[in-house]
Antibody, heavy 118, light 108 residues
Framework: QVQLQESGPGLVKPSETLSLTCTVS?????????WGWIRQPPGKGLEWIGD???????SYNPSLKSRVTISEDMSKNQFSLRLSSVTAADTAVYYC???????????WGQGTVVTVSS | SSELTQDPAVSVALGQTVRITCQGD??????ARWYQQKPGQAPVLVIY???NRPSGIPDRFSGANSGNTASLTITGAQAEDEADYYC???????????FGGGTKVTVL
């Protein structure tokens, strides 16, 4: 059974870069599917950030595209998120998830809280 | 447009039936997926495709699609069904994923 776990700093200063890693166990990210990031600001809905396919191709939310980079490290079975020039509006719970095609985002990490504050 | 629109909130009496809708032009071509999210927890997939439930999801959850509208029905709502529900779809024209704004279901 696939499991995903987010990790990274819980506090980031304004204008700096947010960096998170998702470690996947029970499934090789190089074998199939999309691997993505979703966030949820406090008290608000879900927002798709972007994802990466097994071939390394990426898709990003147009509203975040200029600041987002998603990459993968197949040797560690991990994929990562970098969000640059953060502001308080980027404060959210960040989730990593596997998109299995038809079923969509069928497996999620538990989420990690990231606060942007000086 | 790939936007998905949901009603913000709906209530249902215990044991009764509630239908949640999701509207968007993209749904004319692609099925919605539905996620349940309880406070402090990650979302859980409850319906995908034409009307498919992942393993472990009770059969009181069902989905339907018509034109630009997808719906999630809970037949015989239970107290544990009180949660936020989000519809979601991937637009193959640009490979972007979009979520609806979410519907808060209250079980009375």
């Amino acid at each position: 059974q696939v499991q995903l776990q987010e990790s990274g700093p819980g506090l980031v200063k304004p204008s700096e870069t947010l960096s998170l890693t998702c470690t996947v166990s029970g499934f090789s990210i190089s074998s199939a599917y999309y691997w993505g990031w979703i966030r949820q600001p406090p008290g608000k809905g879900l927002e798709w950030i972007g994802d990466i396919y097994r071939d390394g191709s990426t898709s990003y939310n147009p509203s975040l595209k200029s600041r987002v980079t998603i990459s993968e490290d197949m040797s560690k079975n991990q994929f990562s998120l970098r969000l640059s020039s953060v502001t308080a509006a980027d404060t959210a719970v960040y989730y990593c998830a596997r998109d299995s095609g038809g079923p969509g985002l069928s497996s999620w990490g538990q989420g990690t809280v990231v606060t942007v504050s000086s | 447009s790939s936007e998905l629109t949901q009603d913000p909130a709906v209530s249902v009496a215990l044991g009764q039936t509630v239908r949640i809708t999701c509207q968007g032009d993209g749904l004319r071509s692609y099925y919605a997926r539905w996620y349940q999210q309880k406070p402090g927890q990650a979302p859980v997939l409850v319906i995908y495709g034409k009307n498919n439930r992942p393993s472990g999801i009770p059969d009181r959850f069902s989905g339907a699609n018509s034109g630009n509208t997808a719906s999630l029905t809970i037949t015989g709502a239970q107290a544990e069904d009180e949660a936020d529900y989000y519809c979601c779809s991937r637009d193959s024209s640009n490979n972007h994923v979009v979520f609806g704004g979410g519907t808060k279901v209250t079980v009375l």
